[in-house]
Nanobody
Framework: QVQVVESGGGSVQAGGSLTLSCEVSGNSFGITSHGWYRQTPGDQRDLVATISILGDTNYTDSVKGRFTVSRDNAKNTIYLRMNSLKPEDTAVYYC?????????????WGQGTQVTVSS
């Protein structure tokens, strides 16, 4: 089964930048895209950005123009470059591998990485 492991979180001041990495390993059979999600305590996990295996990207409105999702297939790694960070971007960020395995919708989560933006 596919596995994903995030890294790169940390603390930064407003206006700063961070790059998150998501290393993908294992059997990616049926996986068609990878996504970045974020969650704050007491809230649901929300989509931040996705990138398909063909490189098509999608962003939630609040990060358009500031965040960039990309992939390096040679390194089996997905990146989320975050610029112009705001305090409201503070959250635990999760990477996910998504697709269908034998017809069943599948999403595999990483353990998450904390991003804290101070004003």
């Amino acid at each position: 089964q596919v596995q994903v492991v995030e890294s790169g979180g940390g603390s930064v001041q407003a206006g700063g930048s961070l790059t998150l990495s998501c290393e993908v390993s294992g059997n990616s059979f049926g996986i068609t895209s990878h996504g970045w999600y974020r969650q704050t305590p007491g809230d649901q996990r929300d989509l931040v950005a996705t990138i398909s295996i063909l490189g098509d990207t999608n962003y939630t409105d609040s990060v358009k123009g500031r965040f960039t999702v990309s992939r390096d297939n040679a390194k089996n790694t997905i990146y989320l470059r975050m610029n112009s960070l705001k305090p409201e971007d503070t959250a635990v960020y999760y990477c996910a591998a998504e697709g269908q395995i034998w017809g069943a919708p599948t999403i595999v989560w990483g353990q998450g990485t904390q991003v804290t933006v101070s004003s």
